[in-house]
């Protein structure tokens, strides 16, 4: 059986647990919780989690107690982005905060990272609690970071790469140093499997901002183009700019300015990206990220587990097929 079969159980274990440790006095904190939770998503983190701790051998209860807890920090995140982002959509769903005050899911989100520490204290792990917390603090410093740049039509690659790094890769580097700790691996596994977590986090939001062009509603369950309507350059159009001859940047730095992307004007940037090579540079990226992260598995024996993780690893570039 393969092994991201075998650990289905664990994921309906951690369904059932997401939801259960929302449990409030105040009822509108389950309500804005299970919906948040129940918007979907892949679950990836708590997959790289519970397969890094097997990588070490550890099949235990605390596995699925740090993959809820990581699971709650990245659901608040999400909740904290639909607020500032004003979303409409999460997924195919109406968003969070189109159902309660803008307020009220900042709460919300606030009340779910208190329940992800609640249950990491659990663990009597100092080390692991601090791997998280200092993680949970770039995860903030990148949202910072990114409302800083918005608009910014001049913001670098370097730029770029911190806050897909800080948004996106430390979480998943958590998930697998965590996990890795559970196991009881070494420092030199320990530090492999950070390593690759880091690197498919960053291919990961990288496929992620080609898909946010290429797809469409249907496949992402929200309209496509939004990060140039919400003044976030990301960088398939980084790279596309870098080519682009002025009355092309002048377009784009209209459309950013107003911040409205119809039908035809989708269409032009899409047919852009595509001219001056922003969707292949950015797909490339990914793959040079994705063979990184895979290289750093080169320390582990051959094991189902491994192999699960470099099927991971497949399945974020072919996310945007």
């Known amino acids: 059986m393969d092994i991201l079969d075998s650990i289905q159980s664990d994921m309906e274990k951690l369904e059932q647990e997401l939801i259960s440790q929302l449990q409030s006095r105040v009822p509108v904190a389950l309500e804005i919780g299970v919906h948040v939770m129940n918007s979907g998503g892949k679950r990836i983190r708590p997959q790289l989690t519970i397969i890094s701790a097997r990588m070490g051998g550890y099949h235990g209860p605390k596995a699925l107690v740090l993959s809820v807890a990581i699971e709650s920090i990245h659901t608040a995140t999400l909740l904290h982005d639909d607020v500032v982002d004003q979303a409409e959509t999460r997924r195919g769903r109406p968003s969070a905060n189109t159902m309660w005050s803008n307020e009220m899911c900042v709460l919300g989100g606030d009340y779910i990272l208190a329940k992800a520490f609640s249950a990491l204290t659990s663990l009597n792990d100092i080390r692991i609690l601090r791997i998280v917390s200092e993680t949970t603090e770039r995860l903030s410093e990148g949202e910072l970071f990114q409302m800083m740049n918005i608009g910014n039509m001049n913001i670098r690659e370097d730029e770029y790469l911190q806050i897909i790094i800080d948004k996106t890769a430390v979480l998943m580097e958590a998930a697998c140093r965590g996990g890795a700790i559970?196991?009881?691996?070494?420092?030199?596994?320990?530090?492999?499997?950070?390593?690759?977590?880091?690197?498919?986090?960053?291919?990961?939001?990288?496929?992620?901002?080609?898909?946010?062009?290429?797809?469409d509603k249907a496949v992402m369950g929200k309209d496509p183009g939004k990060d140039l309507e919400e003044g976030k350059l990301t960088l398939p159009l980084i790279c596309a700019l870098k080519?682009?001859?002025?009355?092309?940047?002048?377009?784009?730095?209209?459309?950013?300015?107003?911040?409205?992307?119809?039908?035809?004007?989708?269409?032009?940037?899409?047919?852009?990206?595509?001219?001056?090579?922003?969707?292949?540079?950015?797909?490339?990226?990914?793959?040079?990220?994705?063979?990184?992260?895979?290289?750093?598995?080169?320390?582990?024996?051959?094991?189902?587990?491994?192999?699960?993780?470099?099927?991971?690893?497949?399945?974020?570039?072919?996310?945007?097929?």
Do not use: C
Not at 183 to 212: C, H, P, S, W, Y
């Open 182 to 215: 559970l196991g009881g691996l070494d420092r030199r596994k320990e530090d492999a499997l950070a390593g690759f977590g880091f690197n498919l986090g960053i291919a990961f939001q990288m496929t992620d901002d080609v898909i946010d062009y290429v797809s």
């Open 243 to 321: 080519r682009a001859d002025t009355a092309e940047r002048a377009r784009i730095e209209g459309l950013v300015r107003d911040g409205k992307l119809g039908d035809s004007d989708l269409a032009w940037v899409r047919d852009f990206l595509r001219r001056r090579g922003g969707i292949d540079e950015t797909l490339e990226r990914s793959r040079e990220y994705l063979r990184t992260a895979v290289d750093h598995l080169a320390v582990f024996p051959d094991s189902e587990e491994k192999h699960a993780l470099m099927r991971l690893a497949e399945r974020v570039l072919h996310r945007t097929y």
